[in-house]
């Protein structure tokens, strides 16, 4: 592919002195800024009767209407001028001439209209040049991405054409994609150029509906300075990320400046495109993934073959050691996309203590963010020790997340795929008591001890026949049953627990009297305390299981 030419870059005070109908011009101040960008050249007499700026602007003037206004050049310059071109003798009597306004003399007559020809034809060529170019870059990448090159090789074409290193960033400022660069190159390179593209970066700016570039120098390795040009990729009112071009130069030429805006801004459609479709196809085996390890705790395969299939394809060893972690997923603040928000936690706390030998599965079920990790502990006390760790630090982790304390509930470690639906079972179980009793931070299955040895007396007819005898009663009173729960969490103490609901004395010795009488015994006694705690408990455990029920046999 053939670069634009040189003469297709930006038009200076430089480039128009060096045009033939120019010959014999003369310049009378400003020879230390011909390098200034020229677009366009209006008449004295129009841009005097207006007030829009005049950047990148010259003013082509008559020396006998300079004569007539006198202030003219330090009106021009105020308005940002680039040149003054006077068709004439500069008169020698006008003010003194502002440091950042260019005159030139005309060293033979030429008339506006030539004047204005003349820019507009460059003008017209160089967006030729520029169109021309973009289509080659645009046709290049285009072909890669319909033949499915992947992100990889539209980065490395992109790369062939700039002669230089170039990479790919996501909106997080990741690194996705890169070409040309030693890998600890990279580094000092990478934390350089996502500083410089998330500083400042206004909310208007993220909007735009045009390209928005960025040409900086950046930091690499050994202090080393770079000249980075990187384009922001937006696919409709969506910000992606940026596609970037690296030259190991801090002042490249601005002919090869020019030519590499116009590379990353073509690139930015493509590679955008080809990111939106690989997380496409990322998010497609994340659900199947999801599907395959809710299949997996609600034992759900419709065959042995069908689950030995889908592990493989999954790549889950099913004779390994799991532990399965569960917690609260919803987030206390109203998020745009609430599913999307509980699959990011997901995979954060499936991050967490990383390990070469460690491989964790996750999805949501419902509201509850499902963790089925391996074991590398052999033993039972260092399986039990590990589960606790990790429970642990997923608690702090999704607390850091989500801003409020989390319960994270685990089950005993299961020995192979077959085992971890009862494992599933014991956690959901332990987080659904955690959460009645406000617990937060890790919780095993086992340390509920009181609950889970009624885990099994909950399906008896004896114990509905309890609960419905003992707690029947107290439904029908607004809050009895939780005055009720807090009179027995205070160990019968009727001056706590009124502290605890915010209660007068008399009125919490009233509302135990009117317990005893719906209850027919007692309620101070201690034997009976006992027969409506574990009336409690029973309907506790009877309601978590009904919900899991619940759950599973929507599958």
């Known amino acids: 592919m053939t670069a634009p030419p040189a003469e297709s870059g930006r038009m200076t005070i430089q480039g128009l002195l060096d045009e033939t109908l120019m010959s014999g011009a003369q310049v009378v101040a400003g020879a230390d800024r011909l390098d200034m960008e020229l677009n366009w050249v209006l008449p004295l007499n129009e841009v005097l009767s207006q007030h829009d700026p005049l950047n990148a602007v010259a003013v082509y003037a008559r020396p006998e209407s300079l004569t007539a206004n006198r202030a003219a050049l330090s009106a021009l310059a105020a308005r940002g001028a680039t040149t003054l071109l006077v068709d004439g003798v500069v008169p020698p009597d006008l003010d003194p001439v502002p440091d950042q306004l260019v005159i030139v003399e005309l060293g033979i007559p030429v008339s506006f209209a030539a004047l204005n020809r003349l820019l507009a034809e460059r003008a017209l060529s160089q967006e030729v040049h520029v169109m021309r170019y973009s289509t080659q870059v645009h046709a290049s990448l285009a072909g890669l991405f319909h033949r499915g090159a992947g992100l990889q090789i539209l980065i490395r074409e992109v790369s062939n054409l700039a002669r230089n290193p170039a990479l790919a960033l996501d909106a997080r400022g990741q690194v996705v994609a890169f070409h040309g660069l030693h890998p600890e190159t990279l580094a000092p390179l990478s934390d350089s150029i996502n500083a410089m593209v998330t500083t400042d970066v206004t909310a208007a700016e993220r909007r735009s509906d045009g390209h928005h570039t960025r040409i900086q120098p950046v930091t690499g390795l050994h202090e080393s300075t770079w000249t980075c040009v990187a384009s922001a990729i937006r696919l409709g009112k969506s910000f992606e990320g940026w596609v970037v071009i690296l030259v190991p130069d801090p002042a490249p030429g601005t002919h090869d400046v020019a030519r590499y805006e116009v590379l990353t801004e073509q690139a930015t459609a493509i590679v955008g495109s080809e990111m939106l479709r690989q997380r ?241 015994m007692d309620i101070r006694v201690p034997e009976n305390q006992f027969t409506v705690w574990l009336a409690i408990r029973l309907d506790l455990l009877d309601e978590v299981h009904a919900a899991i029920d619940r759950e599973a046999s929507f599958r």
């Open 280 to 520: 496409s196809v990322d998010e497609a085996e994340e659900r199947a993934r999801g599907d395959f390890v809710q299949a997996l705790v609600h034992g759900s395969f419709s065959s042995e073959h069908d689950m030995r299939a889908r592990a493989e394809h999954h790549d889950f060893e099913l004779d390994a050691r799991f532990a399965v972690f569960v917690a609260p997923g919803v987030l206390p603040r109203r998020v745009d996309n609430p599913a999307a928000s509980m699959v990011r936690l997901a995979r954060y706390a499936a991050g967490l203590a990383p390990h070469p030998s460690v491989h964790a599965y996750v999805t949501v079920i419902g509201d509850v963010l499902v963790v089925v990790r391996t074991l590398r502990a052999q033993e039972s006390t260092d399986m039990r020790r590990e589960m606790a760790e990790y429970a642990e630090a997923m608690s702090l982790e999704l607390e850091r997340r989500r801003g409020l304390p989390a319960p994270v509930a685990y089950g005993r470690p299961a020995h192979g795929a077959g085992e971890v639906r009862e494992s599933y079972r014991e956690a959901r179980v332990a987080l659904g008591i955690a959460r009645r009793l406000h617990r937060t931070g890790a919780t095993s299955y086992q340390e509920l001890r009181s609950f889970t040895v009624l885990a099994e007396a909950t399906e008896t007819e004896q114990s509905r026949q309890l609960v419905r005898e003992v707690l029947g009663p107290l439904r029908s009173g607004p809050d009895l049953l939780e005055t009720l729960g807090a009179y027995l969490a205070e160990g019968g103490n009727v001056n706590a627990t009124a502290r605890v609901l915010n209660v007068h004395r008399n009125t919490m010795l009233a509302k135990l009297d009117r317990i005893s009488r719906l209850l027919g």
